[in-house]
């Protein structure tokens, strides 16, 4: 039997680089066996619970994340937090190797006082709240405001605009949570400005979210052409992607500036960095933030924002910072780089520590698409295939790999959820969805989860 004498590899995370390293290692050797062990009931990481419910095409890799866990040398171990239910160690020594594909869970900090303030939120928590993540289900947010100010101007920014601003009819048909549906539904929120500490030409979107946000109906872009005023000389010597971007938005200036009509609005905010969340009379709700105002050192992707010493406030009821994401360690006898927020590697080998392997947003930081995250992905499982045959990974000795850890586990009362029953909850979600015209109907607890998965 191949699955007892060939490698054993195992990964840590079932999200798109776990799944992406997994799918690479079982087509380059057909005597290996993979194990992915993921720490909620359900796989697929941030495409469940980041990419946007009105995105659908954007989730069809989990067909093929879907392939690679019901491919007969794969197994998947749901409900396993590693770190906790199982170490590194304990991982390393029943697997000839260990990839660690966790993600980047936790948010930057804005560092400013008032961050703490109701109604402050980050647009990881947010976007957790709207797709489900059972640990964002309390979030609560209050959408009895007018103005939400976002920060930062990226695509997740632009994520979280939308789904503030869009018709709920359209978002009824996608697979957001009911209980967003709810508090959507009674929503005040009709003016989304998403603050940059740079300029128009150093925005971090795409075109596709800006087409969209131009496009919601009843939805005006409010923009201030006087950011757009000096950028026209820049404009040719852009690289084509960011020139139709800057385009893109002078042409919306143009068109749009002064139109009133619609009820709901948006805009950018350029060369702003927050300086303080401001509280409301009582203290405790945010009312409005304060900002410095900045200029620009250089030009292009490198120019630097220096604050000018002017500051400006603006009013709002929320605030939503969409400043950036990190990994955090997740045992102790694994490296850690607290500075870059990474597993230090070289190419995907985890510096000083044979046998151990990382990929996606814990290896590289995190930025990028799912794209980047799997050609990401197959380098690491190239370098970890590359070690096997050199010799570097010592195969020579058979290694119990699924069998010991199963063991532990239920020595410890963790049980594990199998790919198979993963898709009784899958089938169960799909059919409360269906009932309410809907692609899925998420359930939001784990314990809900697993007694779908168990029964
Ligand atoms: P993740 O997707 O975060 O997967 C990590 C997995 O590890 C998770 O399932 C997590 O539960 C698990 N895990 C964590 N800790 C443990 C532990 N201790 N034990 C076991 N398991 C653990 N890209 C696009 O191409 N299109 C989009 O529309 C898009 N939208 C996005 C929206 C948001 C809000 C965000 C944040 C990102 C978006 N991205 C999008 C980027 C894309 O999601 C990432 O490139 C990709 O998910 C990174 O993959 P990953 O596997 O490294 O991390």
Not at 178 to 196: C, Y
Not at 277 to 285: E, I, Q, S, T, Y
Not at 295 to 302: F, P, T
Not at 351 to 375: E, Q
Request: proline share 6%.
């Amino acid at each position: 039997n191949v699955q007892d004498s060939g490698p054993k590899v195992c990964i840590v995370g079932g999200g798109p680089a776990g799944f992406y390293t997994a799918q690479h290692l079982l087509k380059a050797r057909d005597d290996m066996v993979v194990d992915v062990y993921e720490r909620l009931p359900v796989p697929f990481g941030l495409v469940r619970f980041g990419v946007a419910p009105d995105h659908p095409e954007v989730k069809n890799v989990i067909n093929t994340f879907t392939q690679t866990a019901q491919h007969e040398r794969c197994y998947f171990y749901g409900n396993v937090n590693v770190g906790t239910d199982v170490s590194v160690e304990e991982l390393r020594k029943a697997y000839h190797a260990v990839v660690l594909s966790y993600g980047a869970e936790a948010n930057r900090s804005m560092r400013v006082s008032g961050e703490g303030l109701a109604g402050v939120f980050s647009a990881r928590d947010f976007v957790g709240w709207y797709n489900g993540l059972p640990s964002n289900k309390e979030l609560q947010p209050h959408l009895n405001c007018e103005t939400v100010v976002i920060l930062g101007q990226g695509n997740v920014a632009l994520d979280v605009a939308r789904i503030l601003l869009s018709p709920l009819d359209l978002l009824k048909k996608t697979d957001i949570t009911q209980h967003a549906l709810d508090t959507l539904a009674a929503s005040r929120v009709r003016r989304v400005l998403i603050v940059g500490r740079r300029g128009p030409l150093q925005i971090a979107c795409t075109i596709k979210e800006v087409r969209e946000m131009i496009n919601l109906p009843d939805t005006a872009a409010d923009m201030l052409p006087a950011d757009f005023e000096s950028i026209s000389e820049a404009l040719k010597d852009l690289p084509r992607p960011r020139k139709r971007l800057t385009e893109l938005m002078m042409k919306t200036v143009k068109t749009e500036s002064g139109q009133h009509k619609a009820n709901k609005s948006w805009g950018f905010r350029f060369l702003r960095s927050p300086l303080e969340v401001l509280p409301g009379p009582d203290g405790k709700r945010v009312a409005g933030i304060r900002l410095a105002v900045n200029k620009l050192e250089g030009s292009g992707e490198d120019a630097k924002a220096v604050p000018t010493g002017q500051t400006e406030d603006l009013e709002c009821g929320m605030v939503i910072s969409s400043i950036g994401y990190k990994s955090l360690p997740i045992d102790p006898c694994v490296p850690f780089d607290p500075r870059s927020a990474i597993v230090p590697n070289n190419m995907g080998r985890v510096k000083d520590t044979a046998g151990l392997y990382c990929s996606g947003w814990v290896k590289r930081g995190p930025t990028g698409v799912i794209a980047t995250t799997m050609n990401d992905s197959f380098d690491t499982a190239r370098m970890l295939l590359k070690d096997m045959d050199s010799g570097m990974l010592n195969l020579s000795v058979n290694k119990p790999g699924g069998q010991e850890i199963t063991a532990l586990l239920k020595e410890r009362g963790v049980r594990a959820v199998s790919f198979p029953e993963w898709e009784k909850i899958n089938l169960e979600e799909v059919r409360r969805g269906t009932a309410v015209g809907k692609p899925r109907e998420k359930f939001l607890d784990v314990k809900d989860m697993l007694a779908v998965a168990w029964s």
